[in-house]
Nanobody, 114 residues
Framework: QVQVVESGGGLVQAGGSLRLSCEASDSILNFNYVAWYRQAPGKEREFVAGITNTGDTNAADAVKGRFTISRNNADDTVDLQMNNLKPEDTAVYYC????????WGQGTQVTVSS
């Protein structure tokens, strides 16, 4: 059973930065597509950013220009660099990895204080 694990969440002030990492028990870089989602309290889970195994990326309008998704070959992770964080970015952030089927991590909490 493949396991997907997120790390890097925490508490940060508005305007600050965090870097989330997603890794898998079977090399995250083997997956066709890896994406980050987030879910704020009382809201539905929403797409944040995604990257294909060829390096093509896409991101939600709400985070464009602030968040960057990338493949980290050295560490075998897919990272989400989050800059200029806002209180509305507060959520549990989940990693989704797709290869014949979809795997989700348990999530990591990101809290942005005003």
């Amino acid at each position: 059973q493949v396991q997907v694990v997120e790390s890097g969440g925490g508490l940060v002030q508005a305007g600050g930065s965090l870097r989330l990492s997603c890794e898998a028990s079977d090399s995250i870089l083997n997956f066709n597509y890896v994406a980050w989602y987030r879910q704020a309290p009382g809201k539905e889970r929403e797409f944040v950013a995604g990257i294909t195994n060829t390096g093509d990326t896409n991101a939600a309008d709400a985070v464009k220009g602030r968040f960057t998704i990338s493949r980290n070959n050295a560490d075998d992770t897919v990272d989400l660099q989050m800059n200029n964080l806002k209180p509305e970015d507060t959520a549990v952030y989940y990693c989704k990895a797709a290869l014949r089927r979809t795997y989700w991590g348990q999530g990591t909490q990101v809290t942005v204080s005003s």
